[in-house]
Nanobody
Framework: QVQLVESGGGLVQPGGSLNLSCAASGTIERIVHMGWYRQAPGKQRDLVAR???????TYAPAVKGRFTISRHNAGNTPYLQMNGLKPEDTAIYYC??????????WGQGTQVTVSS
């Protein structure tokens, strides 16, 4: 079973930037798509951005134009560039990889806090 671990979270002022990485312990075969999700206190876990194996991307309206998702680590995991951060971006961010078949893969999350 492949394990995922996020990194790159932290405290940043409004308008600042952070980059989130996701390390995988092995290769995930036949990836359909991968992405980043976030969950703020008292809120559901929501999709932030997603990238498909063909390279196309989708973004939540709240982050469109500010965040950029790409594939790293030999295409196994997603990377997220976050610019123009706002207080409402404060959440735990999770990387996610969906292969063909039954299972999926999740990291344990990394905290992003946007505050002055």
């Amino acid at each position: 079973q492949v394990q995922l671990v996020e990194s790159g979270g932290g405290l940043v002022q409004p308008g600042g930037s952070l980059n989130l990485s996701c390390a995988a312990s092995g290769t995930i075969e036949r990836i359909v798509h991968m992405g980043w999700y976030r969950q703020a206190p008292g809120k559901q876990r929501d999709l932030v951005a997603r990238i498909f194996n063909g390279g196309s991307t989708t973004y939540a309206p709240a982050v469109k134009g500010r965040f950029t998702i790409s594939r790293h680590n030999a295409g196994n995991t997603p990377y997220l560039q976050m610019n123009g951060l706002k207080p409402e971006d404060t959440a735990i961010y999770y990387c996610n990889v969906i292969p063909a078949g039954w299972g999926d893969y999740w990291g344990q999350g990394t905290q992003v806090t946007v505050s002055s």
